[in-house]
C-alpha cells in the first residue's frame, strides 16, 4: 500500500467539498481560496502576452494557403532588403555617404520622413492596420525610388526592379486582405510622397542615401511583422 499523503497538499486533494468533523469546512474555504489565487496569478501573467500574441488573424493562424501567403512574402521582402542593401552600397562608394548619423541635420533641412508602421510593431498589434500601412508603404517608396533611378543612371536595371518588386509586394498584400475579407485602412499620406525639391546636387544625393536607408528599416519592420504572424 502507498503511504497515506498528508500535510497542506493533501487537504487539496479530492473532486469537492468535504466536511470535517463537527461540519467544519474551514480547510476546504481556504483550498477553495488557493485555487482562486493561482487562476488569478496565471491571469496577470498571461494578460500581457495575451496583448502582444493576442487575437488577430486567429481563425487563420492555421490556415495553409494564408502560411503559404506568408512564407513567399517573407522571402520575397528578403530579396527586397537585399536589393536595397545593394544599392546602399553603391551610394557609400560613389558619393561617400555611408552613415547616416553624419547627415542627420541634412535630413532635417530636407524634410525626409519615414513611412509609417506603427501598427506592426505596437502592442495593439492588429493585422488589419499593419497589412495597410505595409502597403501604401510600399507604394510611397515606389515613388520615392525615382530620386535613386535619377541619382544612380548606371543602375537604373536595379533600382526599376525594385521598384517592380515593391509594386508587386504591395498588389500581393491587397489581394490576400481582399481574399481573406479583410477591412482595408488608407491611412492619410499627405507630406510622405516622393521627396521634395532638392536644392542642390549633394542635397539629391542626401536625399537618395535617406530613401534607401528609411526603405531598409521599412523592410525589416514589415519582414518582423509577417514573422511573427506565422507564430501566432
Known amino acids: 500500500m502507498r503511504p497515506r499523503r498528508t500535510g497542506a497538499g493533501a487537504s487539496c486533494a479530492g473532486p469537492g467539498p468535504r466536511l470535517q468533523r463537527g461540519g467544519d469546512t474551514k480547510p476546504n474555504t481556504m483550498c477553495s481560496l488557493t485555487r482562486m489565487l493561482a487562476l488569478l496569478l496565471g491571469t496577470l501573467l498571461w494578460a500581457p502576452w495575451r496583448t502582444l500574441h493576442g487575437a488577430p488573424l486567429a481563425e487563420l493562424s492555421g490556415d495553409h494557403g494564408f502560411q503559404v501567403f506568408l512564407q513567399k512574402n517573407l522571402e520575397f521582402t528578403r530579396k527586397i532588403k537585399g536589393d536595397v542593401a545593394a544599392l546602399q552600397r553603391v551610394v557609400c562608394d560613389t558619393f ?9 541635420l541634412v535630413r532635417q533641412d530636407l524634410g525626409i520622413t519615414q513611412a509609417p508602421l506603427e501598427q506592426c510593431h505596437s502592442r495593439t498589434f492588429q493585422a488589419e492596420a499593419c497589412f495597410s500601412q505595409i502597403r501604401d508603404g510600399l507604394r510611397i517608396y515606389h515613388g520615392s525610388l525615382a530620386a535613386v533611378r535619377e541619382l544612380l543612371p548606371g543602375h537604373t536595371g ?41 536644392s542642390s546636387h549633394f542635397h539629391h544625393q542626401v536625399g537618395g542615401f535617406f530613401v534607401l536607408a528609411n526603405f531598409q528599416r521599412f523592410l525589416e519592420t514589415a519582414y518582423r511583422a509577417l514573422r511573427h504572424l506565422t507564430r501566432l
Open 158 to 198: 536595379l533600382v526599376e526592379t525594385l521598384q517592380l518588386d515593391a509594386a508587386n509586394l504591395s498588389s500581393n498584400i491587397q489581394q490576400q486582405m481582399e481574399d481573406l475579407g479583410l477591412a482595408t485602412v488608407t491611412y492619410p499620406t499627405e507630406s510622405r510622397g516622393p521627396l521634395p525639391a532638392l
Open 96 to 104: 561617400q555617404l555611408c552613415k547616416e548619423e553624419e547627415l542627420l
